[in-house]
């Protein structure tokens, strides 16, 4: 057998810089570049790896470890899960500030490959810097923590493991069901030791992701179902974006009179004005398809984990409704006594068309969603007309971006009250452009992911929405962007705090408290300048003091020739309205009887839940 001598930190590089995919018929790297900050732990071995095939496998220095990941989940979303980003660190603080990130890939079924820096295996000079010792379990390092969080987790203990390792990883974040962050640890001292690697594990591979096809019985009960249906309703989520399922999922809806609305990862799946969508479902959803949710006697979930802001806390359908879901992971196939359908969903689509026939739902009931979304548009003028009030709405704000935006400019936003505004207020022009991340909900994801996006696919703009309490949280790669010459849009809505939790906190009962600035305990509450902090990070900025300059604003920075930063002060009680129920915890027993009447209504609201799994 052939070999090479190479250090356990060499050879893994080496095998990354080796493995390709196929991206519409083309051979791509499948891990096109590195996310790194180097600290003890991961800077004399793999940076030494990393720097000799820097041109190869470029490195990209963050700000932030989390951030570095979350703009390497923001690439994987761009790219549909075709291609992996890395992302590495130190050991100790540098390897748990990942952590957040890793659970934001788990939630949203979304490929990183984490490598992060460990303690010595042989344990000479503990206890080393950073490390947290474990007096009960010596092999217990805080990469554990990554265990909760990972699809895939490994510590290399010995340089040969790696060949079993890295293939087990690789096929993990590429499987359509298992898909999610792969971890492995990288003791100090295992990294520099050599070792004679067959020459074989580094062979050029092309690797595909599989395409399983659907049981010929589940996909026959599933057909028996729906061709009873006389108001059948499409929910379309993520998956149908990852599988390629979009046109496919689309002509059959259409072809077969069935509405179809969409979860939050999976808005872009069709533009607004298809003739079969009917509008964003659930508790950040559209009234049209909420009405239809109500009355479907049959839904067919593609693609979709079914959370609680799509299903409304499970009171969004009829208790006699039957699920059919189709989905790659049997997991959420088998959710709330659905037929199960499990299999990639391009292929299951395709074959589901094929054995239904000449099926149609009922017209009346297809005239029904057309009806309910035409109310939908309207309601949505009426948010979105501009008016001579000091402090725009949410919804005008929107409203004017998404004019404004050219048709493949990416949408990115993440957490706080955003969500639900564009959910709403965004009319797609065309598939792909819009990227909520709401699985995990991450204040922090927004700027990192435009980056990320950015460098996914540099002919088009992201541009990313965020309220001020979002770019107080993490605002660094703003320079990083500025840095690598990746260019977004940063559209910054300072409504003074966390402005929707407030209103979530107001609504059940308690008056404001520590979330707008103002209710706070402070000395006195003032404004962050935006403008100058942003411009101290190199990226060109204007301050929009309103409506009627927020359309040229946006225009001028689509001309710039880098990052731009537009901020506005916007309202902070006044949101697109919703129909949906949600659940949360709310106290039984209260001193305020606003609290104690938020109880009973949530009580209430909870015998409308449907009981499932």
């Known amino acids: 057998m052939s070999t090479i001598r190479l250090t356990m930190a060499q050879a893994l590089v080496r095998y990354l810089c080796n493995q390709f995919t196929e991206i519409d018929g083309k051979r791509e790297p499948l891990f096109p570049g590195v996310f790194a900050i180097f600290g003890h732990g991961n800077v004399t071995c793999l940076s030494e790896a990393l720097e000799a095939v820097k041109d190869t496998l470029p490195t990209w220095r963050g700000q932030n470890e989390q951030s570095m990941a979350l703009a390497a989940i923001g690439f994987a979303k761009a790219t549909r899960r075709r291609q992996i980003m890395v992302a590495t660190s130190s050991i100790g603080p540098g390897a748990l500030n990942m952590v957040t990130a890793a659970g934001v890939a788990h939630t949203n079924r979304l490929p990183i490959l984490l490598l992060a820096g460990d303690s010595f295996v042989n344990r000479r000079p503990d206890p080393v810097m950073q490390q947290v010792e474990h007096f009960g379990n010596p092999t217990t390092t805080v990469n554990d923590a990554f265990k909760a969080v990972t699809r895939y987790w490994d510590r290399i203990t010995h340089p040969e493991q790696i060949i079993a390792s890295l293939p087990q990883a690789v096929a993990v974040m590429l499987d359509p069901a298992d898909c999610g962050p792969a971890f492995i640890g990288l003791p100090q001292d295992v990294q520099e030791i050599a070792w004679d690697y067959p020459e074989s594990f580094f062979a050029p591979t092309v690797h595909k992701i599989p395409r399983p096809r659907p049981d010929r019985d589940s996909l026959a009960e599933a057909v028996r179902v729906l061709k009873a249906a006389k108001r059948p ?52 959803g559209s009234t049209s398809a909420n009405a239809l949710a ?62 239904i026939g000449d099926y149609k739902a009922d017209g009346a009931w297809t005239k029904k969603g057309e ?38 400019d990416l949408l990115i936003t993440a957490a706080g009250g955003l969500p639900g505004e ?123 003091e309103s409506l009627a300059d927020l359309g040229d604003a946006v225009e001028w920075a689509q001309t710039t020739d880098r990052t731009t930063v537009l901020t506005i002060v916007s309202d902070a009680f006044t949101w697109t309205p919703g129909d949906a129920w949600w659940d949360v915890g709310v106290p039984q027993v209260s001193a305020r009887a606003e609290v104690n009447a938020a109880a009973a209504d949530q009580q209430a609201g909870r015998k409308k839940q449907r009981v499932g799994v």
């Open 233 to 284: 309703l499409i929910i379309s989520g993520g998956g149908v974006r990852y599988s390629g399922a979009e046109t496919a999922l689309a002509d059959f809806a259409e072809k077969h009179g069935i509405p179809l609305c969409e979860t939050i990862a999976g808005k872009g799946t069709v533009t607004h004005d298809h003739p079969a969508h009917v509008g964003p479902i659930g508790i950040v």
């Open 294 to 355: 109500g009355e479907a006697d049959v839904v067919l979930a593609v693609g979709t984990r079914l959370m609680d802001f799509t299903t409304g806390s499970w009171t969004a359908f009829s208790p006699d409704a039957r699920f059919v879901s189709i989905n790659a992971a049997r997991w959420d196939a088998n959710k709330h006594r659905a037929v199960a359908v499990v299999g990639d969903a391009l292929e299951t689509v395709n074959e589901l068309e094929a054995a």
């Open 371 to 408: 009806l309910e979304f035409a109310k939908w548009n309207e309601a949505l003028d009426g948010y979105q007309k501009p008016t001579n009030a000091p402090v725009p709405t949410y919804a005008q704000v929107v409203g004017i971006v998404n004019a404004k935006a050219k048709d493949r």
């Open 422 to 544: 564009v959910m709403k207020n965004w009319r797609v022009k065309a598939p792909h452009t819009f990227d909520c991340e709401f699985g995990f909900s991450c204040m922090g994801y927004e700027i990192a992911a435009g980056w990320g996006a950015a460098m996914a696919d540099p002919t088009r703009t992201p541009i990313v929405m965020i309220g001020d309490g979002t770019y107080m949280m993490m605002n660094s790669d703003i320079y990083s962007t500025v840095l690598s010459g990746h260019k977004m849009i940063l559209i910054v809505c300072d409504n003074g705090g966390y402005a929707v939790i407030n209103r979530l906190q107001n609504a059940k009962g308690t008056p404001g408290f520590n979330n707008l600035l103002k209710d706070c305990r402070v000395k006195e509450p003032f404004p962050v300048d935006f403008i100058k902090h942003a411009e101290a990070m190199g990226a060109l900025t204007r301050r929009v």
